[in-house]
């Protein structure tokens, strides 16, 4: 009759303490601080360049990323080259690349975030760009998820030929490096 006492005060502290397990956390995106870094590179030479965000959001459930979403803002679209960006970006807002007149933004929205080791993580979601919708998966390293801040961070290699662009020159292999803050 012990025994069963004790197993049973045993489960029930067990219940209670799982009670005060920490609810999921909503991180929002820092746009001052978070940005996506292209370089697409040709038979001559590469480009480089970035785009801000406009507005986003991360999940984190007792420390593990879970979910997410972030909006970029297509608009922002810079060259980094230090002669000849101009010219650049403007082919590239152009209806043959991100068309921005017509689709200023692009969204990604994070389906699932599978943790190969403690930081390390294969996030899988749907990008929305210029009215399509590609599915994109990739490595990423979560930095920090703590009780205040989140940082995360993706390099990887997109083949633009999914992506919804008609020009005929457009690099197929563009290399992105994203990097995601955001606090409470």
């Known amino acids: 009759m012990k025994k069963i006492f004790f197993v049973l005060i045993g489960i029930a ?12 956390a909503t991180y929002t995106v820092s746009t001052d601080a978070s940005k996506v870094e292209w370089t697409g590179a040709k038979k001559a030479g590469y480009h480089t360049g970035a785009f801000s965000l406009k507005s986003g959001s991360v999940t984190v459930d007792n420390g593990k990323l879970t979910g997410g979403q972030f909006v970029i803002d297509l608009a922002s679209l810079k060259s980094t080259e230090p002669t000849g960006g101009e010219r650049l970006e403007g082919h590239l807002k152009s209806p043959e690349f991100f068309d921005v007149a017509k689709f200023g933004e692009a969204t990604f929205t994070i389906t699932s975030v599978n943790y190969t080791s403690e930081t390390n993580v294969d996030i899988s979601g749907n990008l929305s760009i210029k009215g399509a919708t590609v599915a994109l998966k990739f490595p990423a390293v979560i930095r920090n998820a703590d009780d205040k801040k989140f940082f995360g961070e993706a390099f990887f290699s997109l083949n633009s030929r999914l992506l919804p662009i008609t020009d005929k020159y457009s690099m197929p292999d563009v290399q992105l490096a994203i990097h995601l803050f955001g606090t409470k």
């Open 13 to 24: 502290a067990l219940t209670s303490f799982s009670a005060f397990k920490n609810p999921p």
